[in-house]
């Protein structure tokens, strides 16, 4: 599934350059993959926190959790992959593959809360995702509508 990933997406604290802040906090996104578990990266977290204030005296830390959600591993023998690896041959001409994704969509959602192996997410191609100046390429939004036209098609009425 490829390296779990951190993101430090923001840092707040002090009041000035030339003051030592009195206090801090930080907004952490971890995105897990085997082996590590969501219990394995609290205890990271926890350890972090005791490391951190036993190098300043009287300093605590603590942390809360927003978004507690597992890894979500994928069936290439699910019904909806055969059908859409379909889809993507007639529309676009190539095969389809199974690739991890370390971001989370609604279809992460949908899996990890149900335990579906049914679940994946298809789109577009683009760049800078979540980012300042984040694009999608058009050519691969026209694409992408008629592979899952085809998609729904092929599954809804049975079509090949």
């Known amino acids: 599934m490829g390296p779990c990933s951190v993101c430090f997406g923001t840092i707040k604290g002090g009041s000035n ?3 030592v802040a009195d206090k801090c906090s930080i907004a952490i996104d971890m995105r897990l993959s085997p082996p590590l578990t969501n219990e394995a990266s609290f205890k990271l977290v926890e350890d972090a926190i005791e ?3 036993a190098r300043v005296p009287g300093s605590k830390g603590s942390y809360r959790i927003i978004a507690y959600r597992p890894f979500v591993a994928q069936d290439e023998n699910s019904v909806l992959f055969q059908a859409i690896k379909k889809s993507v041959k007639k529309i676009a001409g190539k095969e389809a593959k199974l690739t991890f ?3 989370y969509t609604d279809s992460g959602v949908i899996a990890g809360s149900t335990g579906s192996g049914n679940c994946m997410s298809y789109g577009t191609m683009g760049g800078r995702f979540h980012q300042p100046d984040e694009y999608v390429e058009c050519a691969s939004l026209v694409e992408t509508t008629e592979v899952v036209c085809d ?3 092929r599954l809804l009425l049975d079509e090949e």
Request: glycine share 16%.
């Open 101 to 103: 994704f370390a971001g």
């Open 151 to 153: 998609l729904a098609r």
């Open 51 to 53: 490391a951190g204030c």
């Open 17 to 19: 350059t030339n003051i």
